[in-house]
């Protein structure tokens, strides 16, 4: 959770350098298989964002924010099983998020 916490406020940051070293600081503290994995995936959701209109299949990176948010980041789940407004909002910060 404080990761994703952290995550989540670097999207405010405003200047890139500065975004850009937050992330790096953040991935760099975790363990190196799990930087290994985070690379492979977003490196995946970054080919499906860039090849969706050619391919024509719409996988956005907003839209695989949306897709894979619930499963990344916990908070972008709520008590229940239904999207609510505010989870919607969690799923935009996500989409950011996966976008570095």
Same mark, same amino acid.
């Given at each position: 959770p404080a990761n994703e916490?952290?995550?989540?406020?670097?999207?405010?940051?405003?200047?890139p350098? &500065?975004?850009l070293k937050s992330v790096?600081?953040?991935m760099t503290s975790l363990p190196v298989y799990s930087? #290994?994995?985070? +690379?492979?995936?977003?490196?995946t959701f970054?080919?499906?964002?860039?090849?969706?209109?050619?391919? &024509?299949?719409?996988?956005?990176?907003q839209a695989l924010g949306v897709s894979v948010a619930p499963s990344f980041f #916990?908070?972008? +789940?709520?008590?229940?099983?239904?999207a609510r407004m505010e989870d919607?909002?969690?799923?935009k910060h996500a989409t950011k998020a996966t976008s570095y």
């Open positions: 916490a952290a995550l989540f406020n670097m999207i405010n940051i405003e200047d350098q &500065e975004q790096n600081r953040l930087q #290994h994995l985070l +690379v492979l995936l977003f490196g970054r080919v499906i964002a860039t090849n969706s209109v050619v391919n &024509e299949t719409n996988m956005t990176a #916990h908070t972008c +789940v709520s008590a229940g099983k239904t919607v909002e969690r799923f």
